[in-house]
C-alpha cells in the first residue's frame, strides 16, 4: 500500500476511535483532520514521500470554512430549528392529540395510530427529531401505558413516530444534503413527500395488523361520547392552524412563490403566530427557544467546521480517489454497488450520527454514484435525478439510525421522558418491527424511484 492510503485508513480509523472518548464530534473530526494534517508534513519531510499534505492544507481549509459560513442555504437551519422549539412550546400537539384520540376511540390500537398521525403532522411543523421523540414521549407514553399496551409496541411507536421529522419536509437533514451534494432543496423537500407519507401509512398498517393479530397488546381505549360529526368538526380545527402553517412553508416552496430561505422565516413567523394564538408566548418562552435554537445551530455548524477540515485533508490525502477505486474494483452491478453502499451507511448509522455521515461520507460517495448507469426518469425537468433519488435513499436509510443501537438518539430521548420502570431493552425490542418497517419503504424506493421523482417534476413542468 501507498503512503497515502495507509494514512488514509488510519485518519478514519482515528476517527472512529476518538468518537468512543466522549469528546465532542466536532472537535474529534477537526482534531483529527489537523492532526493528520501534521502527519503528512512530518512524514514528507523525514520519509520522503509525497503525500500532498503540509501546513497550506490547513490554510485552504480556512478558506472552506468561509465557504460554508457565506452558504445562504444554511441560512434556513436556524430559521427551521428556531420554528420547530417555538412549535413545541404552543401546544400543537397535546390538542390534537386530545382530539384524534377520541376520533379513533373505537379502532383497536387507535391511539397508537393517533400517535403516528401526529408524529406526521409534527415532522411536517419541526423537523427536529428531539422535540418530536420527547413531546410524543411525554403526552402519550403514561397514556398508553395506562390503557394497557403492550410496552414495546408503545414505546417503539413513539420512537418510530418522531423520526418521521428527519425525512419529512421542512427537514434539516435534506437542507444539509442540499448543500454537501449540490441538489435543489426544493427538489428534496418534495422528493420527500411521498417517501415519508408511505413510512407513516406503513407504521399504521402495522399497528391495524398487530391489533387484530393481537388484541390484548393494542386495546380499544377511550370511546368518545359526543356525535361523530361534532368530534370530527373539533378535530378539524385543531389541525387547521398547523396545517395552515405547513401549508404557507411547503406550498410558497413548492408553488416557486419563495425560495427555502424565505418559507423557513414564513416558518419561523408563523410558529411565532400560532404561540400567540395559544396564549403561549411570553419573554420567558421566547428566551429559551431563542437560546435553544443558539445551541443547536452553533452545534451543527460547529460539527459543519471541524467536517471540512476533516474533508479536505482527507481529500488531499487522495481518500475521495480511493473509496472510488476500492467499489470500482469490486467490479459489482450498479445495483448490487448501490445496495452495499446503503448496507455501509446503514452500519454506519449504528455507530454515527446522521450529520457526520451526511457531511463527511456522503461528499465522497457522489463521483461514485453520478457513474452508475442506472436509468432513473427525470421526467425532462429534474437535473440530476439519479442524485435526487440517491439522497432520497440515504435519507430513508438514515431513519434507521435514530433508532439502532448504541447510537440511535431516538432511544434514549424516549427514555429520558419515559416512566422510571420502562427498561431500555423494552424500546429496543419495540423498535425493531419499524426498522424492519423503514428497510421495506427503502426496498420500495429502489424498485419505484418514481415516487421520490415525479412530484418535483410535475411541480416545475
Not at 403492550?150 to 444539509?176: D, K
Not at 427557544?289 to 477540515?309: D, E, H, Q, W
Request: aromatic share 10%; with cysteine.
Amino acid at each position: 500500500m501507498e503512503i497515502n492510503e495507509i494514512l488514509v485508513l488510519a485518519m478514519f480509523g482515528t476517527f472512529i476511535a476518538l468518537l468512543f472518548t466522549g469528546f465532542p464530534v466536532a472537535w474529534v473530526l477537526g482534531g483529527t483532520g489537523v492532526l493528520f494534517a501534521g502527519v503528512g508534513y512530518l512524514t514528507d519531510q523525514y520519509l520522503d514521500t509525497m503525500t500532498g499534505l503540509d501546513y497550506s492544507t490547513l490554510g485552504l481549509a480556512v478558506g472552506r470554512i468561509f465557504g460554508v459560513m457565506e452558504n445562504w442555504v444554511l441560512v434556513a437551519l436556524p430559521m427551521f430549528i428556531f420554528m420547530g422549539l417555538m412549535l413545541e412550546r404552543s401546544g400543537v400537539a397535546e390538542r390534537m392529540m386530545n382530539a384524534m384520540q377520541q376520533l379513533f376511540g373505537r379502532v383497536r390500537g387507535g391511539l397508537a395510530i393517533t400517535v403516528t398521525l401526529i408524529g406526521i403532522v409534527l415532522a411536517a411543523s419541526t423537523g427536529i427529531i428531539g422535540a418530536s421523540v420527547v413531546l410524543l414521549g411525554l403526552m402519550s407514553v403514561p397514556v398508553m401505558l395506562r390503557q394497557g399496551y403492550h410496552r414495546p409496541l408503545a414505546l417503539g411507536t413513539v420512537a418510530a413516530a418522531g423520526c418521521l421529522g428527519i425525512l419529512i419536509p421542512p427537514s434539516i437533514m435534506l437542507v444539509i444534503m442540499g448543500d454537501q451534494l449540490r441538489l435543489s432543496v426544493g427538489d428534496l423537500f418534495m422528493g420527500a413527500v411521498f417517501p415519508g407519507l408511505i413510512l407513516g401509512l406503513l407504521y399504521m398498517g402495522y399497528i391495524l395488523i398487530y391489533g387484530r393479530l393481537r388484541p390484548d397488546h393494542a386495546p380499544l381505549g377511550y370511546r368518545p361520547n359526543e356525535p361523530g360529526w361534532s368530534l370530527l368538526g373539533r378535530m378539524l380545527w385543531t389541525i387547521i392552524p398547523p396545517a395552515g402553517l405547513i401549508l404557507a412553508v411547503l406550498g410558497s416552496i413548492f408553488a416557486g412563490i419563495a425560495t427555502v430561505i424565505e418559507a423557513s422565516g414564513i416558518g419561523a413567523l408563523g410558529a411565532t403566530l400560532l404561540a400567540v394564538l395559544y396564549r403561549k408566548l411570553d419573554f420567558a418562552v421566547l428566551r429559551e427557544v431563542v437560546l435553544n435554537t443558539f445551541n443547536t445551530s452553533a452545534y451543527i455548524f460547529a460539527i459543519f467546521i471541524g467536517a471540512t477540515v476533516f474533508s479536505l485533508v482527507l481529500r488531499e490525502l487522495g481518500g475521495d480517489e480511493l473509496i472510488e477505486s476500492a467499489l470500482a474494483s469490486l467490479a459489482l452491478h450498479d445495483y448490487a454497488l448501490l445496495a452495499l453502499v446503503l448496507g455501509v451507511i446503514f452500519i454506519l448509522g449504528f455507530f454515527l450520527d446522521w450529520i457526520e455521515i451526511t457531511l463527511v461520507i456522503l461528499p465522497l460517495l457522489k463521483p461514485v454514484i453520478s457513474a452508475l448507469d442506472i436509468p432513473i426518469d427525470g421526467h425532462g425537468v429534474v437535473e440530476e435525478p439519479l442524485l435526487l433519488w440517491f439522497a432520497l435513499l440515504v435519507a430513508v436509510t438514515l431513519q434507521t439510525s435514530f433508532l439502532t443501537p448504541p447510537v440511535g438518539f431516538a432511544l434514549f430521548y424516549l427514555r429520558g421522558v419515559s416512566p422510571p420502570d420502562v427498561k431500555l431493552a423494552e424500546i429496543y425490542r419495540g423498535v425493531v418491527p419499524f426498522i424492519l418497517l423503514q428497510l421495506i419503504g427503502l426496498l420500495l424506493l429502489v424498485l419505484f424511484p418514481s415516487v421520490v421523482t415525479w412530484l418535483p417534476a410535475v411541480a416545475y413542468r
